[in-house]
């Protein structure tokens, strides 16, 4: 199946920082998206991105998938942006998890 | 749109005992719905893939005489937990797609078994 990595594991900035996460995987796929789960488990959905760049605010994606890898910027960081960031991606309907990047934004 | 509701939000329950949860999806049809689990500090693990009006299709490893999946209508897919024991205590969390594959997550289900 496909494997799906994600780089930092943990991250620490303090508030007003950029931080890009990466998210590298094994094979070509059709979904790619990224979420962040908060504090009480919620996933929120950030991007739905299988190609392309999108921007949303002080967040944006972009995906390569000729090279199998999409990096999630986040800009000016705040500390509700706390939380664990998840890459899922898949090519038969299922969505493959990666193992997360846990960011801590300090004030 | 593409809200995705779960029940209950946490359920307590003794050893042996089984417990049903709902997932449903409250603005869209779902002929396919998800099921995941995840372990405190670990990342989503799909159990099994929920489809309308036929057998759930379950990944490797888990068994479905213990997690029983219905799909009995395009808007809610049910998950029992059958004869649960305490190392099935966990997060469960569902997932819908309105249309294009793109997901949505109920906001998870916390069981634990005493």
């Known amino acids: 199946g496909i494997q799906v990595e994600q780089s930092p594991p943990d991250l620490i900035l303090q508030e007003g920082a950029n931080s890009t996460l990466r998210c590298n995987f094994s094979?070509?796929?059709?979904?790619l998206q990224w979420f962040h789960q908060n504090p009480w488990g919620q996933l929120i959905n950030l991007f739905y991105?299988?190609?392309g760049t999108k921007q949303n605010g002080r967040l944006s994606a972009t995906t390569v998938a000729t090279e199998r890898y999409s990096l999630l910027y986040i800009s000016s960081s705040q500390t509700t942006d706390s939380g664990v960031y998840f890459c899922?991606?898949?090519?038969?309907?299922?969505?493959?998890f990666g193992q997360g990047t846990t960011l801590q934004v300090k004030p | 749109g593409a809200v995705v509701s779960q029940h209950p939000s946490w359920v307590i329950c003794k050893s042996g005992t089984s417990v049903k949860i709902e997932c449903r999806s409250l603005?869209?049809?779902?002929?396919?719905m998800f099921w995941y689990r995840q372990f405190p500090k670990q990342s989503l693990m799909l159990m099994a893939t929920?489809?309308?009006?036929?057998?759930?299709?379950?990944e490797q490893g888990v068994e479905k005489d213990k997690f029983l999946i219905n799909h009995a209508s395009l808007t809610l897919s049910t998950l029992t937990v059958t004869s649960a024991h305490p190392e099935d205590s966990s997060f469960y969390i569902c997932?819908?797609?309105?249309?294009?594959?793109?997901?949505?997550f109920g906001p998870g289900t916390r069981l634990t078994v005493l």
């Open positions: 929920s489809n309308e009006g036929s057998k759930a299709t379950y």
């Open positions: 094979d070509s796929v059709n979904n």
């Open positions: 603005d869209f049809q779902a002929t396919t």
């Open positions: 899922a991606v898949g090519n038969t309907g299922k969505l493959i």
């Open positions: 991105i299988p190609s």
């Open positions: 997932s819908a797609r309105p249309g294009n594959n793109e997901q949505f």
